[in-house]
């Protein structure tokens, strides 16, 4: 993976992982408006498929949850309702995103998040050997472990993967 040699301040969501001592390594790209994981993907070096995307979501009742999706993919919203369960979902409104989680759209991590929610993750992303993830900042993803994420953040794997 290429690395570019800029220092990055710490952030809630490296706060997190330090706490509770999770190793990661930090990648630094040029962050590029409407770019999204396959700019990411692109200026590191990895896979689109290993970027993972961090998605604030909410349900029929306006109740915020966190999924996780591999960043060439797509969430099925009825796939993930049908398994949660709930009515629906939908994503948030950037604004309410960023009320929710604490951070800006385009830098939202799971981790560190200003208010609890549930997470849900693609059952394919923790059979990954390594993921690429947002590390609370635009232009900035932490390298980790999936497996980790179960345990970490309380997530719950499901099949949402796909179109709707």
Not at 45 to 69: N, R
Not at 114 to 120: D, G, I, L, N, T
Request: charged share 20%; proline share 6%.
């Amino acid at each position: 993976m290429a690395k570019k040699n800029t220092h990055v301040s710490e952030t809630p969501a490296t706060q997190f992982l330090r706490q509770h001592k999770i190793a990661f390594a930090e990648h630094v790209y040029d962050y590029v408006e409407r770019g999204g994981t396959a700019e990411s993907a692109r200026q590191l070096g990895v896979l689109e498929h290993q970027v993972i995307k961090t998605l604030v979501m909410q349900d029929e009742k306006a109740q915020p949850l966190i999924v996780l999706m591999h960043g060439d993919a797509q969430v099925s919203l009825k796939a993930l309702a049908r398994q949660i369960p709930c009515k629906k979902v939908e994503p948030c409104k950037p604004e309410v995103a960023q009320r929710h989680s604490g951070y800006m759209v385009g830098g939202t991590s799971p981790f560190g998040l200003r208010k609890a929610m549930p997470v849900f993750v693609e059952a394919t992303i923790l059979a990954l050997p390594s993921i690429c993830i947002n590390g609370g900042r635009r232009g900035f993803l932490v390298g980790i472990d999936p497996k980790i994420l179960p345990d970490l953040l309380g997530a719950r794997a499901v099949s949402c993967a796909g179109a709707d």
